[in-house]
């Protein structure tokens, strides 16, 4: 039996990124489950959206979220209200 690679992780940095680009020493386990969270929390929040990927990246006190959806009038809405409805959530 040959020993296993895990996909993914064999191939970030070449052919794929990064899903969370941020660093922090101390509160590393709170950012991490707070990403989590997010995942999970837009995820169930635009399940029609069709959502490919959702990367997460930090920078000192802001936060920018990028979601890729094959149907991004879902998550956008009329006039950009879907987009204010989730920031308000």
Do not use: C
């Amino acid at each position: 039996m040959g020993q296993k690679t895990h996909p993914i992780g064999f191939r970030l940095g070449i052919v794929r990124t990064w899903n969370s680009k941020w660093f922090e020493d101390q509160r590393y386990r709170q950012w991490l489950h707070e990403d989590l969270r997010l995942r999970r929390f837009l995820k169930k929040e635009l399940l029609n959206a069709s959502i490919s990927e959702i990367t997460i990246e930090r920078a000192a006190n802001k936060v920018k979220i990028n979601i890729f959806s094959a149907r991004p009038g879902i998550v956008i809405g009329k006039r950009g209200a879907g987009v204010e409805a989730l920031k308000r959530k």
